[in-house]
């Protein structure tokens, strides 16, 4: 036959053993805090399946950040190839249509009929003008070194005189050179002095 109070005394048990754990839990400090810092974990911890939901929405975020960076970095690639390839294309444009009137001026004078040699002097000295604004639009500056020390960058020595200037000086210019943007488009063909 089963003791009804049974029962009683297993509850009764039960709450001695905790009143006795709590007693050496308030006693040992330790105990005390792992106690607690186990029951914040429980608490604090998410489980497995939010942790790996939260890993894959941020591995889904930064999959869409790179995809959106590497098309952006393709745009921009094939846009510099197109400005490059435009560049190259239409380089010469600006001055190519710098340079139609002195074509027309030149066509204009040859299409004269009975000029004086002063009309056609005038006529040269215009299409000359027009040459040189179109050359200054372009950058394009003439070099001309009489009297300078001779630079084997900018100039092409022909041959050498005798002359009083300083050794490896240009006495005489054959043919003006010309710098475009600093760069040499043609050096200056020179004469250069040498001792006596």
């Known amino acids: 036959m089963q003791d009804p109070n049974k029962p009683e005394l297993e509850a009764y048990e039960q709450a001695a053993k905790a009143g006795e754990e709590a007693a050496t839990t308030d006693n040992d400090p330790a105990v005390a805090d792992e106690a607690d810092s186990a029951g914040d974990r429980t608490e604090r911890m998410p489980s497995l399946e939010e942790l790996i939901r939260a890993a894959e929405r941020k591995a ?4 869409d950040a790179w995809l959106r960076a590497k098309a952006e970095t393709e745009n921009m690639r ?23 009137p002195v074509k027309d001026s030149l066509e204009a004078a040859l299409k004269t009929e009975n000029q004086t040699v002063e009309s056609l002097r005038e006529g040269v000295e215009l299409t000359l003008k027009q040459l040189v604004s179109a050359f200054d639009g372009a950058n394009i500056v003439e070099e001309d070194p009489l009297d300078a020390k001779f630079d084997p960058n900018r100039h092409q020595a022909i041959g050498t005189l005798e002359s009083d200037a300083e050794p490896n000086t240009v006495v005489q210019v054959l043919q003006k050179g010309y710098l475009i943007h600093d760069r040499v488009l043609r050096p200056a063909l020179v004469m250069v002095s040498k001792a006596k």
């Open 78 to 100: 094939r846009r510099a190839d197109e400005d490059v390839a435009k560049a190259a294309k239409f380089a010469a444009e600006k001055f190519a249509g710098a340079m139609l």
């Open 60 to 63: 889904e975020e930064h999959h």
